[in-house]
Structures are given as structure tokens and as C-alpha cells.
């Protein structure tokens, strides 16, 4: 036989100079992106206030839009905020929708808050391999008590008295820990009334949007009681 015939298959294949065109470079693509802001829910003894700023960013320095909802009503007793990727966030909400709908359909009512937190955990995780890249918060009223369930992203969640997530997280969790739950004076605690709730969710939101670049523009938020929901806004810093 001749030497050629000899060759190994991957021997005969056109050699490609790799050199030539620069070291190998490790992929950095990926199907995410973090659009920044915060969303933030507290409940209290017959209702929740639930809400998320407006400013959608590109993950660094840029600005995609000051007004970008990351709040969203999915059912007649139940409002979803969500914070991390834009797009994601509007193929969940409509999933939950659309579940919302077709259990009115089948089952004659509307859709409980309870039953709708545990679809959602579902949903999450039903996808963890490939998650949906939002962090959730669903409130409503839960056994004629305000409710806030917090999710992680793949599907993990809890009922508490508060939830915030999003790029400032970490500096309006100290306060609420510190203005809802008393940790640091509990000889001080009560509980707070609508009215002073719905004061200390604006002073965080106002307070984070001048330290957080990801936070600001404005804040959309949802007052939920077994009355019903009423939405409402108030504008932060726009630079």
C-alpha cells in the first residue's frame, strides 16, 4: 500500500494555522444579561405593597429605558415582581397569565395567590437546567393576610414578611430588617399601618436610587388588600 494510503483519516484533513491567528480564546457569550434594578414587597396584616423601579440598563453603564415596568398583575389576586433579565421576565409573567386564564377556565375562580406561588415555583423549576433569569416576588393576600413569597432563580421560595431583590438588595434589606421586623429593638416593635408602610417603601427606594447606578428614574408599585389592587408611581433621581 502507498504511504498516502496509509494516512489516518484525521492526517488527510487541511491543516488550519492557529498560530497565525492569535491564541485560543475561551467563549465569553452568554443567553444573559443582568438589566439591573430592584423590586421590593412588604406585607402587613391586611395588606402588601409590592413594586420595582423603571430603569432598564445593559448591564454596565448604559441606559435601554427609564421606564420599564418590572411589576406585573398575573392574576386577579396576585402581583409578580420580577428583576434580572428584561426579556425573560416578559416570557414568565405571560406563562403565568396565560396558567391564570386557563384555571379560571377549568375550575370556574379565580386563581389563589397560594396556588399561583406554587405554580410559579413550578415554572422556575421546571426550567432549572436552562433557568429563567429573573428574580421573583409574588404578592397577595394570603389567609386574609398580606403574603410575599420570594424566589430564587430556580425555583425555591418562602413566605415572609418582606422580600427585596436586585442589584440594591443588600442596602434596603438592613433597613427593612431594621424598620418592619425591629431586629435591633424588638422592645420597640409594631406593627406598621398601611399609611407608614407605604411611607418607609418610598424612603428605601429613594434612599437606594442615590447609591445603586442600576436603580432609579422611577418607581411603579401595586397596594394589594382583600378590597382589591390599586397601582400607583412616584418618580427617583433621573440622572
Same mark, same amino acid.
Given at each position: 500500500?502507498s504511504?498516502?494510503?496509509k494516512?489516518?483519516?484525521?492526517?488527510?484533513?487541511?491543516?488550519?494555522?492557529?498560530?497565525?491567528?492569535?491564541?485560543?480564546?475561551?467563549?465569553?457569550?452568554?443567553?444573559?444579561?443582568?438589566?439591573?434594578g430592584t423590586?421590593? #414587597? *412588604? %406585607?402587613?396584616?391586611?395588606? +402588601?405593597?409590592? &413594586?420595582?423601579?423603571?430603569r432598564? =440598563?445593559?448591564?454596565s453603564?448604559?441606559?435601554?429605558?427609564?421606564?420599564?415596568?418590572k411589576?406585573?398583575?398575573?392574576?386577579e389576586?396576585?402581583?409578580?415582581?420580577?428583576?434580572?433579565?428584561?426579556?425573560?421576565?416578559?416570557?414568565?409573567?405571560?406563562?403565568?397569565?396565560?396558567q391564570?386564564?386557563?384555571?379560571?377556565?377549568?375550575?370556574?375562580e379565580?386563581?389563589s395567590?397560594?396556588?399561583?406561588?406554587?405554580?410559579?415555583?413550578?415554572t422556575?423549576y421546571?426550567?432549572?437546567?436552562?433557568?429563567?433569569?429573573?428574580?421573583?416576588?409574588l404578592?397577595?393576600?394570603?389567609?386574609g393576610?398580606?403574603?410575599?413569597?420570594?424566589?430564587? #432563580? *430556580? %425555583?425555591?421560595?418562602?413566605? +415572609?414578611?418582606? &422580600?427585596?431583590?436586585?442589584?440594591? =438588595?443588600?442596602?434596603?434589606?438592613?433597613?427593612?430588617d431594621?424598620q418592619?421586623?425591629?431586629?435591633?429593638?424588638?422592645?420597640?416593635?409594631?406593627?406598621?399601618?398601611?399609611?407608614?408602610?407605604?411611607?418607609?417603601?418610598?424612603?428605601?427606594?429613594?434612599?437606594?436610587?442615590?447609591?445603586d447606578?442600576?436603580?432609579?428614574?422611577?418607581?411603579?408599585y401595586?397596594?394589594?388588600?382583600?378590597?382589591?389592587?390599586?397601582?400607583?408611581r412616584?418618580?427617583?433621581?433621573?440622572?
Amino acid at each position: 500500500k502507498s504511504k498516502k494510503a496509509k494516512m489516518s483519516s484525521y492526517e488527510t484533513l487541511p491543516k488550519r494555522d492557529v498560530l497565525a491567528r492569535g491564541p485560543i480564546q475561551a467563549a465569553d457569550w452568554s443567553p444573559y444579561i443582568d438589566n439591573g434594578g430592584t423590586v421590593m #414587597a *412588604i %406585607g402587613g396584616k391586611d395588606f +402588601v405593597i409590592i &413594586g420595582g423601579d423603571t430603569r432598564i =440598563s445593559d448591564g454596565s453603564y448604559g441606559i435601554h429605558t427609564r421606564n420599564g415596568t418590572k411589576i406585573c398583575q398575573v392574576a386577579e389576586s396576585c402581583v409578580i415582581a420580577s428583576s434580572g433579565q428584561q426579556a425573560e421576565r416578559l416570557f414568565l409573567w405571560k406563562r403565568l397569565q396565560d396558567q391564570a386564564k386557563r384555571y379560571r377556565f377549568e375550575c370556574n375562580e379565580n386563581i389563589s395567590a397560594q396556588s399561583m406561588a406554587q405554580y410559579l415555583s413550578n415554572t422556575l423549576y421546571f426550567r432549572r437546567f436552562y433557568p429563567i433569569y429573573t428574580f421573583n416576588i409574588l404578592a397577595g393576600m394570603h389567609e386574609g393576610k398580606g403574603g410575599v413569597w420570594i424566589y430564587d #432563580a *430556580i %425555583g425555591s421560595y418562602e413566605l +415572609v414578611p418582606y &422580600g427585596v431583590t436586585g442589584s440594591a =438588595s443588600a442596602l434596603m434589606t438592613s433597613v427593612l430588617d431594621n424598620q418592619v421586623l425591629f431586629q435591633s429593638q424588638q422592645k420597640n416593635f409594631k406593627e406598621l399601618t398601611l399609611d407608614e408602610t407605604l411611607i418607609l417603601f418610598k424612603d428605601v427606594f429613594v434612599g437606594a436610587s442615590e447609591r445603586d447606578i442600576y436603580t432609579g428614574d422611577a418607581v411603579e408599585y401595586a397596594i394589594i388588600t382583600n378590597d382589591g389592587i390599586q397601582f400607583d408611581r412616584f418618580d427617583l433621581h433621573k440622572d
